[in-house]
């Protein structure tokens, strides 16, 4: 059995089965625009959180919170469900199929058989559709694939209770209530002031205090750590920025694209400026990587190299606090 | 970024027959999607976690064959896991996990546990007591 589903592919995954769902039921709402409305952006070094090996930094909210604020903020239901028993769990993904409704899962990559085995780690916040069964083989539209994909029971028992940080328990969620039309300008209003706020938030890890937080601590990296351990922590972060699903640019691309968007919406040119402004601070996110790649490279680097790019990362913070602040008067 | 300045470097998805999408601006100013290949700054970061992964995994076995761990420290490494995570998929305290990695402690194992741990490694009790007989 097979639900009429469309796949597109997105850049990261929650946004991208969120938009699908959502196309799914007849609402044209792009990934920019749910990750905008649902303040995805964000940059937080987790100081105590070790994720392979080095500290956790991430440049977007937690995994779930941009879903819950964009049904909160259009005014959409959703519908969720954690598992201890993994035959309960199939068997309501089982009655939703029949139903002809797909779902949307939180899954863990390691197990993903379909993903390339360099990119299988211990992450537990993916997600993905499941839009039919045939037999004993599931129907899944993963919005970082290309394509439609396939994955067994088995495999998809086997994901859906990965272990470890955060474990997804089965997690099945779905939109059930929509409202007639869907009121984007308050919403973006709402997504966007989130924003700001969170990048202009007056603690120590977070937003633009976080980037320079990050930075003091990159001097501090190369004598403390040694060169080998110092380049694996610079390496992260230029993964946790670049990797799969974030649209290069750690986001500021896909934000940028949201503001272009609202900036239609609203009306408002002053958005379509600050849209570009975005855009070449997300350029500036490249450099960074392409600079911080030549240093962990060359395994040898000499201390300058850390100075350099953390003064990058500090111009990065000075650069995207102006931008917060224009960006909340501007609305 | 442009449209045009997209990156199509090669990548360990080629492999896998898969490209990834982000978000430019094309010629008129207007944000579209592309499709890219790969970035080498990226590429080299993954290749240097992956290399930092093999090492430890060469250096559990090592510690292995000279005695000073168990073959779970190096299974758990070799599935690119933590103690963290390796007990909360046991279902142990990390201190247990971490105790097991005890040559002498894990001698004494019993059954039940050993097929717990083999489980999680996808292999036969066989192969987790003697790491030479799994590839």
Known sequence: MQINFTHHQSAHCENGVVSNLMKHHGFNVSEPMVFGIGSGLLFCYIPFLKVNHAPAITYRAMPGFIFKRFAKRVGIKI???????????????????????????????????????????????????????????????????????????????????????????????????????????KAILKGIKHTCRDMLAPMPVLGVKGIRFTAKQIRKWPKKLGTKKANHFLGQIVRMQEEIGTGGGGFRYIFAAFLQE???????????????????????????????????????????????VASQLEALADKEEVFFKALKKAI | MKKSEVPQDKSNLESANFRELCYAVDENGEYTTAHTTGWDPKTIALDNAIDEINQRVEEA????????TSPIEYYMELHKMDLQILASYVGLWQWRVKRHFKPKVFQKLSHKTLQKYADIFDITIEQLKNIEHAN
């Open chain 1, 262 to 308: 609202s900036s239609k919406i609203l009306n408002n040119p002053k958005l379509a400026d600050l849209s570009k402004e975005m855009t070449l601070i997300g350029d500036l996110w490249r450099d960074f990587a392409v600079d911080a790649s030549r240093i962990y490279k060359n395994r040898g680097a000499k201390a300058d190299g850390y100075n350099e």
């Open chain 1, 79 to 185: 519908e969720r469900e954690k598992f201890k028993d993994p035959k309960k769990a199939k068997a309501v993904l089982d009655n939703n199929l029949n139903n002809n409704n797909p779902v949307g899962l939180q899954v863990g990559v390691y197990n993903l058989t379909y993903f390339p085995d360099e990119y299988r780690f211990h992450f537990n916040a993916h997600n993905l559709v499941v839009y039919g069964k045939e037999d004993n083989t599931y129907l899944i539209s993963d919005p970082v694939m290309e394509t439609v994909t396939t994955l067994t029971d088995k495999e998809l028992e086997k994901v859906r209770f990965a272990k470890g940080a955060l474990p997804p328990k089965g997690h099945i969620y779905y939109p059930t209530n929509f409202p007639k039309e869907l009121n984007l300008e």
């Open chain 2, 61 to 68: 076995k090592n510690r292995v064959l000279s005695n000073q």
